[in-house]
């Protein structure tokens, strides 16, 4: 199990003590018969709930959990501390989901982060002068500087830098809110079905000319290894580090590994506010994205109910999906069922196995779920305060805002924290993203105190062949706060209590499959028409009626809202057809 452990400086020491915040259910009693059932009730299931209920679907959600929002949950580890339990930031929220659903009138609260990246050195500074450390935000003229640091060739280079990601990365979005070509539409039936199909080659048509001459260099970011690209840009290796990070983060890769480059793409893709590719933290934690949907989606008339945990899709005689029985026993009908869970829980113990073929089942046990994530969510009585960048009297700079990156200061600790997992080994070194959201959002912890996100990587799923064990988690977390109290002096003494998630325990808890956050590796035999599977990009199983809705299908994880919105209009175009 996870260990959460409060210490409170002797009070309760020792002690696992987690209050949580409950989501609250539905007013309306749970039917027995809906048009569509949606399994999970997170982002991207309460997404294709709230736009199916739009498009006149009766519509309830089935969450098994005591909380709403999956991945994107808010939970009260500690008293008084409120966490972003597994996801952490917010960006890649589709600009037209927000707006349809009006999530500011439904509560959601963003607070922007500007700059948006610290990472500090571990050296000793000149002559009585602090580390050096590199800060990145919004201010060219400010990143220029902080950029001319280490390199005044890269300070020059790095607006360019930007230029060439953003145009790369808008080309994208068509791609993003529609699904996949229909390539057996384009190409077989009657040419009634094909001119339908052909309407499905609107969005790569719109992408090719967005890049136009530049459609070679997209090809390279995406299949080359992001060193080979940022090995040409820039000479500095605290840059080529930070960056390189985004290219890794949340997957078992390495910077020199080829198709990590998209993996920086998809994170630099996102929008926030109408701004290109901000990040920010929610108010009261991710939770408050996924009760601003839930509100929305309870506006139109959807059924939420969280603690009803599915047993299984009941597939009919005529092998077609009719509702879904719950742990309990209870049976409810419906004429179709989507499953925001990961392909591998929908098609290995959702839907029944006789209603698949073997080789389909042998297909989705190959689907890539490596995770190298291990989260710990600190409770602090104080800010930390890092030697490179000091602050008085406990208050906070523009850094704690960031997304601070330590051992982040050279490409080549990050590769040695790869091999090490890998290996089957925890990283000695992790490369360790602290995010202190409470910096900006004072309603996440007590008066002094704060809540601090560590995004920790690499560690395997199983440590050289066995299961993880409460004194590994503790282990790890110990390493790791080692590696912060080097950069911030006195981190260790302000813990007063820590949360512990392996990979093991972000799939048992929160339903990823090996704890991977994006519902599967976002490899390029993994993405587009290939997610999960190449059978599977329209979000239609082999089960009729059975849908897939969550970040497993296309466009991935991360990307909130867009695989429940293709997967909702999906589902009513079927329904209009039949």
């Known amino acids: 199990m996870a260990a959460a452990v409060w210490t409170d400086r002797g009070r309760r020491a020792g002690t696992v003590v987690r209050t949580v915040t409950r989501s609250k259910s539905s007013h309306s009693a749970l039917k027995s018969q809906y048009d569509a059932l949606v399994i999970g009730g997170g982002h991207n299931g309460l997404v294709a709930a709230t736009y199916l209920q739009k498009g006149g679907v009766k519509t309830a959600v089935l969450e098994r959990r005591h909380v709403l929002g999956g991945a994107a ?35 959601l609260k963003v607070y922007m982060r500007d700059p948006h990246a610290f990472t500090p050195m571990l050296e000793e500074g000149v002559k009585g002068a ?113 960056l390189a990070t985004d290219a890794v983060i949340g997957a078992m890769t390495s910077p020199s590994t080829p198709g990590s480059g998209y993996v920086l793409l998809h994170h630099v893709m996102g929008e926030l506010e109408k701004e290109k590719g901000a990040w920010g933290y929610v108010e009261g934690g991710m939770g408050g994205v996924s009760q601003a949907i839930a509100s929305a989606a309870r506006s139109y008339g959807v059924d939420i109910f969280t603690e009803k945990e599915v047993e299984q899709v009941l597939v009919g005689s005529d092998g077609a999906a009719r509702g879904v029985v719950l742990k309990d026993g209870t049976e409810i009908q419906s004429k179709v069922v989507l499953s925001n869970a990961t392909p591998y829980i929908t098609f290995k113990y959702l839907a029944p196995q006789d209603a698949l073929s073997p080789d389909f089942i042998k297909a989705v046990d190959q689907i890539d779920y490596t995770s190298p994530v291990t989260k710990i969510n600190v409770a602090v009585d104080k800010l930390p305060n890092f030697l490179a960048c000091p602050t008085p009297d406990g208050k906070p700079g523009p850094h704690h805002q960031c997304s601070i990156h330590l051992n982040c200061e050279s490409v080549e600790v990050l590769e040695t924290a790869y091999k090490e997992a890998m290996n089957g080994r925890p990283s000695s070194r992790p490369m360790l993203e602290m995010t202190i959201p409470s910096v900006l959002d004072p309603t996440l912890a007590p008066p002094g105190c704060h809540v601090v996100s560590l995004f920790t990587q690499f560690t395997p799923y199983h440590i050289e062949g066995r299961e993880w064990t409460d004194q590994d988690r503790e282990a790890f977390a110990d390493t790791a706060f080692d590696w912060v109290e080097q950069y911030a002096p006195g981190f260790k003494k302000s ?3 820590r949360d512990v998630l392996a990979p093991p325990d972000l799939e048992r808890i ?28 329209d979000y239609r199983s082999p089960v009729k009626g059975l849908y897939l809705c969550g970040s497993g299908s296309h466009p991935g994880g991360g990307v909130m809202g867009s695989p429940g919105w293709n997967a909702a209009l999906t589902v009513i175009a079927d329904l209009k057809s039949h």
């Open 130 to 242: 602090p580390p050096r450390s590199l800060t990145l935000g919004s201010d060219l003229a400010l990143n220029q500087m902080e950029i001319g640091k280490f390199s005044q060739k890269d300070a020059k280079a790095y607006s360019d830098f930007n230029a060439y990601l953003e145009k790369l990365a808008a080309a994208i979005h068509p791609l993003l809110d529609a699904p996949p070509v229909d390539i057996l539409g384009v190409t077989t039936g009657s040419l009634r079905r094909r001119l339908a199909a052909s309407k499905t080659l609107q969005p790569i048509i719109k992408c090719g000319l967005k890049l136009g001459r530049n459609i070679p260099e997209f090809y390279e970011i995406v299949t080359a290894p992001i060193m080979k690209i940022l090995n040409r840009w820039f000479e500095s290796e605290p840059l080529r580090a930070t």
């Open 510 to 537: 929160f339903g990823l499959t090996g704890g991977n956050i994006f519902h599967g590796s976002m490899s390029l035999d993994q993405l587009y028409l290939a997610r999960p599977l190449p059978s599977l990009s």
């Open 495 to 497: 813990v007063v209590g």
């Open 73 to 107: 949950v808010s939970e009260e580890i500690f008293p008084g501390f409120h966490f972003s339990r597994c996801s952490y930031l917010l960006s890649l929220l589709r600009p037209h989901i927000y707006s349809d659903l009006e999530l500011k009138k439904h509560g």
